[in-house]
């Protein structure tokens, strides 16, 4: 990786100019006009499955994580990869573009505590302590893929790093099962993510889009699924319903966090209709393994999370505490302990909530611990308090600020006229280590942030989920009260919302006794 930093783009851009090598492929993230040919960071997803000489990523256009941690695994071995940034002097001041994503009306960049760009810089000073290491990749795993795929008896799920040969390996069997007479499909996300599929395939199988695909149903011997975090669980389950044997292949770090939602959530209700085979590709094709732009962005990003070993806790005697997240920017194992509970225990966590996590001003972390091991954390937003033009406007559709989701949706989807001029702690987050799961500890953590939020003089607590029987049974055994039920299917989950509130305050109570929307 080469960092080029400057005063602005135009003057990094003078400094690459130079750098770049003619007749190489070259992609750009950036928004700046210097750049036309240049993609915007947030449409990273099209670029999955493709593969770059160089990549020109410009900070001043917004660090946006889910894109660099996605991006960084399309560079081919060799290539570099340029980072674009403000001087290091000034850049922690810098009014990074990405902040929109994460800031609620009315913050602006000057409300953000600026946590997050300190310890990424921190982490590129250490840049040079990363040695080239040797490359003498092998294709061994890549073989017994191959192998598997062709052989298939039931269902494989087969998970990968980026640059571990996983689109190569689909290509090559893909080719192996159509020599043998097979008819064999091919799905994605987008048809550009299986361009190196098609690279490697010496007879290309048909490509369906998955909305087609589930529609259609087009008889098939083998179907392939490629980036399937990327899809909707209920659409891979019909699949896997349909068709008796399919690969399901995805990337499982670097993605937005999906894969780790992948492995978390697909396998389990995959298990309930069907025993499967699961198999993983670990070792880098594209790069040597140990690779330091590879270990530089799974720092950065906390992408490589595993869960505490507890196995030395005596019996369960949790404390809790509100994290200081000053405290957790100077802790780095701490930080890693909070991040790989949310990453292990809920399916959305993306990188780009670890930015949020750190600098986003209305923002609390509560904890339970043992031991110096995190047991379980939840995330609480603190929401709502519009004024009363602006929760008028909201009622009738004519504003929608961002941020403030259950406020907004108890007034407008609820028809809770003011609902959004009360003061809301919603809880974004909640998670328990795997392990210690249903033993009682979210509701130690939540009777305690209760507490906490009645403290701090709020109208109510929210949250909303994607419904089902047992979390509304947890959400109304600590008091919580369902205020409404989306319409609309949720794409990740499947299932509809429900939105649950706990009341303080008797404006608050007054307004919820009204029936569920």
């Known amino acids: 990786m080469d960092v080029i930093s400057g005063d602005g783009v135009e003057h990094c851009w003078q400094q690459l100019r130079a750098k770049l090598a003619p007749d190489t492929s070259c992609l750009f993230i950036s928004t700046h006009p210097l750049f036309p040919q240049a993609i915007p960071a947030h449409k990273f997803q099209t670029l999955l499955g493709q593969e770059f ?36 002097s000034t850049w922690a001041n810098f ?33 040079d302590r990363y040695t080239l290491p040797s490359y003498n990749a092998t294709d061994t795993q890549q073989k017994n893929v191959v192998q598997a795929i062709s052989q298939l008896s039931q269902p494989l799920i087969l998970l990968a790093d980026r640059g571990r040969g996983k689109s190569a390996a689909l290509g090559l069997a893909a080719s192996r099962l159509i020599e043998q007479g097979k008819t064999v499909l091919l799905t994605a996300p987008a048809k550009a993510t ?38 909707p669980v209920p659409l891979l389950l019909k699949l896997a319903a349909y068709y008796r044997l399919v690969v399901f292949a995805t990337t499982l770090h670097g993605y937005e966090g999906s894969g780790r939602g ?63 997240r000053n405290e957790l920017v100077q802790d780095e194992a701490l930080l890693q302990q909070v991040f790989a509970l949310l990453v292990n225990a809920h399916y959305q966590t993306r990188p780009s909530d670890l930015r949020q996590l750190l600098d986003a001003p209305n923002i609390t972390l509560h904890v339970l611990s043992q031991q110096n091991v995190l047991l379980a954390v939840l995330v609480l937003s603190r929401e709502g308090s519009l004024e009363p033009e602006l929760s008028e406007q909201i009622y009738h559709g004519k504003r929608r600020p961002h ?28 998670a328990v280590l795997p392990s210690l799961q249903n033993k009682g500890l979210g509701q130690i953590l939540l009777k305690h942030v209760i507490h906490y939020a009645n403290q701090q003089l709020t109208d109510y607590m929210g949250v909303s989920y994607a419904m089902s029987s047992a979390l509304i049974r947890f959400w109304e055994n600590v008091g919580f009260q369902l205020a409404r039920i989306g319409h609309r299917l949720d794409t990740a989950s499947g299932s509809r919302s429900a939105m649950h509130v706990l009341p303080f305050t008797a404006k608050a109570q007054a307004l919820f006794n009204s029936p569920v929307h």
């Open 262 to 324: 992948f492995s978390l959530r697909f396998q389990t209700e995959l298990a309930k209709q069907s025993t499967f085979k699961l198999m993983r590709l670990s070792q880098p094709m594209r790069w040597a393994a140990n690779d330091p732009l590879e270990a530089f962005i799974n720092q950065a990003c906390l992408l490589a999370t595993d869960s505490p070993d507890i196995s030395a806790l005596d019996a369960l005697q949790p404390t809790y505490c509100q994290l200081s």
């Open 403 to 430: 941020g403030h989701p259950i406020p907004q949706s108890l007034t407008f989807h609820a028809r809770l006229q003011g609902a959004a001029e009360l003061s809301c702690e919603r809880i974004m987050r909640i």
């Open 194 to 231: 299986v361009a190196q599929v098609y690279k490697h395939a010496t007879v290309a199988p048909r490509f369906i889009a998955p909305d087609e695909l589930v529609q259609t149903l087009p008889p098939a011997d083998v179907l392939l699924v490629d980036e399937a975090a990327a899809l």
């Open 53 to 88: 000489d160089n990549i020109v990523f410009d900070a001043f256009s917004g660090l946006e994580l889910n894109a660099l941690a996605a991006i960084s695994g399309t560079l081919r071995g060799g290539g570099t990869f340029y980072l674009l940034t403000p001087p290091f």
């Open 95 to 127: 009014p990074d573009p990405a902040y929109q994503r994460f800031l609620p009306y009315p913050y602006t960049a000057a409300d953000v505590q600026g946590r997050f760009l300190p310890r990424f810089m921190r982490l590129l000073a250490q840049w």
